[in-house]
């Protein structure tokens, strides 16, 4: 969605996370009012869904199995927008991050009235994003334990390649990023 800032600025919580049966065909809502889910991960042993919660910058864990069946509780609280989430094969999870929580973006989320008047403002809002995105630096992921501990980080510090990470996949000793601001994917040994 090119539209996201706008979801993110507005405070809009009209996200879910559904539930289809491939033998009813039917879905079922799990959870409601969530500030842009953003990413599902599936635990190994099938015992929780993580999902990325971008405007709140955490991730969240939903119990589908055991006796916390139906439970949310915050998994990780993030210092940045995550924007994906997958499975590590070396163990955890790998969370893309759109771009860093600032002081700019803590003044919007702690009054929500300033985003919706930015909105109404006959200004480009993704311009101004791109703006700020010269000013943020490179791109970020975190890969999280079994826990939700950040055990690895993995920073383009001088921004030149890779101005924002949508998405991490590790496969065979090497790390595919992509983002939704670059026509092309980033590879890097682990």
């Not at 771009?99 to 008047?117: A, D, H, M, N, Q």
């Not at 109404?120 to 995105?133: E, G, H, M, V």
Request: hydrophobic content about 40%; proline content about 3%.
């Amino acid at each position: 969605c090119r539209d996201y800032l706008s979801v993110v600025l507005s405070g809009d919580k009209s996200g879910r996370l559904m539930k289809y049966d491939t033998a009813s065909k039917q879905v079922t809502v799990l959870l409601k009012n969530l500030t842009f889910p953003n990413g599902v991960a599936l635990s190994k042993d099938g015992s929780f869904v993580l999902l990325a919660e971008t405007t709140s910058c955490r991730i969240l864990r939903y119990w589908i199995k055991t006796s916390k069946a139906g439970a949310l509780e915050v998994f990780a609280q993030l210092q940045g927008f995550p924007d994906n989430i997958k499975r590590s094969p070396r163990g955890g999870y790998w969370v893309g991050i759109n771009s860093k929580r600032e002081k700019l973006s803590e003044l919007l989320f702690s009054y929500p009235w300033i985003g919706k008047v930015l909105l109404k403002l006959p200004l480009d809002i993704t311009k101004f994003q791109a703006a700020l995105a010269e000013y943020r630096g490179g791109g970020l992921a975190v890969r999280l334990s079994e826990n939700g501990e950040i055990v690895e980080v993995f920073e383009d510090r001088d921004g030149n390649r890779l101005k924002s990470i949508s998405e991490v996949m590790e496969k065979d000793g090497k790390l595919w990023i992509g983002s939704i601001d670059l026509p092309f994917a980033g590879r890097y040994k682990t």
